[in-house]
T-cell receptor, first 114, second 112 residues
Framework: AQSVTQLDSQVPVFEEAPVELRCNYS??????LFWYVQYPNQGLQLLLKYLSGSTLVESINGFEAEFNKSQTSFHLRKPSVHISDTAEYFC????????????FGKGTRLSVIA | NAGVTQTPKFQVLKTGQSMTLQCAQD?????MSWYRQDPGMGLRLIHYSVGAGITDQGEVPNGYNVSRSTTEDFPLRLLSAAPSQTSVYFCASSYAGTGIYTFGSGTRLTVV
C-alpha cells in the first residue's frame, strides 16, 4: 500500500516570491506521482504528473516538480507565484502498474498575498 | 462534453434518509472511484471499481454501498445518512493502467 505526506498544511507567500510545497511518499513498489490543484469551490484539476523518464516535470503555468526516488519525494515548486495560484494543492500516488486507486495527501493550502 | 458528470451538485438530507449520488463518464474508462473530501483530511477513498461487475472497498467504506452494472455508471448509495457523512464527494475515472484520473465537479452533501 502507498501513503503520502504533505508536510505543510498551509503556506502563505507574497506575490512574485518563490514557493515549494513538499510531498513525501511511501511505497514498496514503483509509483506514479501526481499533483492536483483545487481552486476555491471547484473540483480537482491535474497539474502535473510523473510516470517515467525525466525526473523533472513541468506544468503549463510555471510549476515544476522533481521526482527523487532516494528521498521518496515529489516536491512542487514555482519561482514566482501570482495571486491566481491561491488554491489547495494535493499530492497523490499510485502503483506504476496504474491499476490501483490514487492515494492522496491531506493537501497544502497556498495563499498568495499581494 | 466528455468527462465525469456528478449529480446532484448539492443535497441536504435528514439523519436516517437514504439517497444515491450519481456518477457517469462517457470516456469508456474502466476504472472508477469515489472519494470524500473533508477539511484537513484530503481525499479519502470510499469504494472503487476496475470494471463492470467488480467493486472493492477503500479506506472509508462504512455506510456506503456501490455497484457497477455498466462501464459508464458508478452510483454511490447512502442507506441511512448520518451527520458524519456530511462532506464533499468526488467521483473519478481513468483508463486501466494509466493512473491518470479525471474528476467530476463534486457533490456537496449536508446531513442534518
Amino acid at each position: 500500500a502507498q501513503s503520502v505526506t504533505q508536510l505543510d498544511s498551509q503556506v502563505p507567500v507574497f506575490e512574485e516570491a518563490p514557493v515549494e510545497l513538499r510531498c513525501n511518499y511511501s511505497s514498496s513498489v514503483s509509483v506514479y506521482l501526481f499533483w492536483y490543484v483545487q481552486y476555491p469551490n471547484q473540483g480537482l484539476q491535474l497539474l502535473l504528473k510523473y510516470l517515467s523518464g525525466s525526473t523533472l516535470v513541468e506544468s503549463i503555468n510555471g510549476f515544476e516538480a522533481e521526482f527523487n526516488k532516494s528521498q521518496t519525494s515529489f516536491h512542487l515548486r514555482k519561482p514566482s507565484v501570482h495571486i491566481s495560484d491561491t488554491a489547495e494543492y494535493f499530492c497523490a500516488v499510485t502503483e506504476s502498474s496504474g491499476n490501483t486507486p490514487l492515494v492522496f495527501g491531506k493537501g497544502t493550502r497556498l495563499s498568495v498575498i499581494a | 462534453n466528455a468527462g465525469v458528470t456528478q449529480t446532484p451538485k448539492f443535497q441536504v438530507l435528514k439523519t436516517g434518509q437514504s439517497m444515491t449520488l450519481q456518477c457517469a463518464q462517457d470516456m469508456n474508462h474502466e476504472y472508477m472511484s469515489w472519494y470524500r473530501q473533508d477539511p484537513g483530511m484530503g481525499l479519502r477513498l470510499i469504494h472503487y471499481s476496475v470494471g463492470a461487475g467488480i467493486t472493492d472497498q477503500g479506506e472509508v467504506p462504512n455506510g456506503y454501498n456501490v455497484s457497477r452494472s455498466t462501464t459508464e455508471d458508478f452510483p454511490l448509495r447512502l442507506l441511512s445518512a448520518a451527520p458524519s457523512q456530511t462532506s464533499v464527494y468526488f467521483c473519478a475515472s481513468s483508463y486501466a493502467g494509466t493512473g491518470i484520473y479525471t474528476f467530476g465537479s463534486g457533490t456537496r452533501l449536508t446531513v442534518v
